[in-house]
């Protein structure tokens, strides 16, 4: 991962709060995710803040102190983590300052990602990546590693219950259409044409070869 794409979504949440796990690995919550921090000199929250170009008057501004994320969830493996084999929908829903992206489960429906705080992963050089479900107090997260080495955590984002009733609707309609395209493709891969001298039946734009035998 880039480290301006981390101190980007820093900036946008107002929150930086650099943290040191029991090895020693250091990694910045921004509110948002917690991100891995690599290849950088041993730091302060306040040290993050002024290499991400924040000026002295402004860190003020910034959340700096405390840590929602559970020790044990910086930890490269854990015993309830679930390897997730599917990948995130290509369906994004904008709302309320939220880019909101469903990421399927197989045991656990679907949980909602906001795009932004994957921005740092994808646009990262990365190996090959992989997407874990951890428990995060009473909702999960998602634990993402570069090849077998862990390099952020995202909290799902909760639906309300109005969203997910737009989603709903959504989803039907998108389900209707497709149902509709369906049975039209359906409909015009049926025609064909009738040859005049033998009666067979032909796709659109072939030829009958029943002349040539003659």
């Not at 946008?12 to 029991?22: G, H, N, R």
């Not at 994957?118 to 428990?135: A, Q, S, V």
């Not at 969203?163 to 259409?177: A, D, H, S």
Request: glycine share 8%; net charge negative.
């Amino acid at each position: 991962m880039k480290f301006a794409d981390i101190a980007k979504r820093a900036k946008a949440t107002k929150i930086a709060c650099v943290l040191t796990d029991e090895n020693g690995v250091q990694w910045v919550d921004v509110g948002a995710a917690v991100y891995r921090l690599e290849g950088l000199p041993k730091m302060s929250s306040e040290d993050f803040l002024r290499l991400a170009g924040v000026s002295e008057e402004k860190i003020g501004s910034f959340y700096v102190e405390g840590n929602n994320v559970p020790e044990t969830s910086l930890r490269n493996e854990t015993g309830d983590e679930i390897a997730l084999t599917s990948d995130m929908a290509g369906l994004v829903v904008d709302m309320d300052g939220y880019r909101l992206m469903p990421f399927y489960t197989a045991l656990h429906g679907v949980i909602w990602l906001d795009v932004k705080n994957m921005e740092p992963i994808m646009k990262g050089d990365t190996n090959y990546l992989r997407f874990f479900l951890r428990r995060f107090g009473n909702g999960w997260m998602i634990a993402v590693k570069d090849g077998l080495v862990l390099i952020a955590i995202i909290p799902e984002k909760k639906m309300s219950e109005f969203l997910y009733e737009q989603v709903q609707i959504l989803w039907m309609r998108c389900e209707q259409r497709g149902v509709e395209t369906e049975r039209e493709e359906e409909g015009r891969n049926m025609k064909y044409q009738v040859c005049e001298h033998c009666g067979a039946h032909l796709d659109h734009g072939e030829k009958c070869d029943c002349q040539d035998e003659r």
